[in-house]
């Protein structure tokens, strides 16, 4: 039973900062092809949740990043809000962090993926609208981050929750097990152009949603996905 078309496709090549759409991807069973694959992380951090991310500092959203070639040879490059672009294992790159931050780093390179949760985020385009109606914000499905986008068939807001313990087929042969819904965090309240908060989205997810926006997955079935592709729900 087909529920939606993708529309959108997004990775994030360095966690936490700007995302980038892309017309075609592959999910691998650690995610999106090339999705936060690099991370930076604090050094002195002892926490299970040690990376730097737009929470300590919010004007990493506005580091544009993007992925030249694939897999292992691709080369992620980000440009900073000033205009300047380094290869992400630059050491100018990290230096600046580090100042912004006031914390010392290190790049991690995982070909897992730094994830939060689970290898892929999901959420309706139907979903996000009414979060931004209910909380009198601009519609902005970047601000929460998804791999896929999904604009729902015959769906309404939040109807993607119905897919917990379901397996989406994705596009031709990809199949995604959806796990659990994706509970939110303050990183929603952070306008993904500019950083400043908006702590109405949080607090209308939290009291009218139960904290919940969007879905997780993880990839049973490896496959090539494009935007506009299908999204049935097997059985």
């Known amino acids: 039973m087909q529920v939606g078309v993708i529309e959108r496709l997004a990775r994030y090549a360095v966690k936490s900062?700007?995302?980038?759409?892309v017309p075609v991807a592959t999910l691998t069973?650690?995610?999106?092809?090339?999705?936060?694959?690099?991370?930076?992380?604090?050094?002195?951090?002892?926490?299970?949740?040690?990376?730097?991310?737009?929470?300590?500092?919010?004007?990493?959203?506005?580091?544009?990043?993007?992925?030249?070639?694939?897999?292992?040879?691709?080369?992620?490059?980000?440009?900073?809000?000033?205009?300047?672009?380094?290869?992400?294992?630059?050491?100018?790159?990290?230096?600046?962090?580090?100042?912004?931050?006031?914390?010392a780093l290190f790049l991690l390179h995982d070909y897992r993926g730094s994830y939060d949760v689970a290898q892929v985020s999901i959420i309706s385009r139907q979903t996000v609208a009414r979060i931004a109606e209910e909380s009198a914000t601009v519609e902005d499905?970047?601000?929460?981050?998804?791999?896929?986008?999904?604009?729902?068939?015959?769906?309404?807001?939040?109807?993607?929750?119905?897919?917990?313990?379901r397996i989406l087929r994705v596009g031709d042969t990809a199949r995604v097990a959806v796990t659990e819904v994706d509970q939110r965090c303050v990183m929603i309240t952070l306008d993904p152009d500019g950083g400043e908060a908006s702590p109405s989205v949080l607090r209308c997810v939290a009291q009218q949603h139960k904290s919940c926006a969007g879905v997780?997955?993880?990839?049973?079935?490896?496959?090539?996905?494009?935007?506009?592709?299908?999204?049935?729900?097997?059985g």
């Open 17 to 21: 900062m700007r995302g980038e759409a």
């Open 29 to 103: 069973l650690q995610g999106l092809e090339g999705d936060r694959r690099h991370a930076f992380v604090q050094a002195t951090s002892r926490s299970s949740f040690p990376w730097l991310t737009s929470r300590e500092l919010p004007e990493m959203l506005c580091y544009k990043t993007s992925a030249e070639g694939s897999g292992s040879a691709a080369v992620v490059m980000v440009t900073a809000p000033g205009g300047e672009k380094w290869r992400v294992e630059s050491d100018e790159l990290r230096q600046l962090l580090e100042a912004r931050s006031g914390r």
């Open 141 to 165: 499905p970047w601000r929460f981050r998804p791999n896929l986008l999904v604009d729902l068939e015959n769906g309404k807001a939040y109807d993607e929750a119905k897919w917990v313990g």
């Open 216 to 234: 997780y997955g993880m990839v049973l079935t490896p496959g090539e996905v494009r935007a506009r592709d299908p999204i049935e729900i097997e």
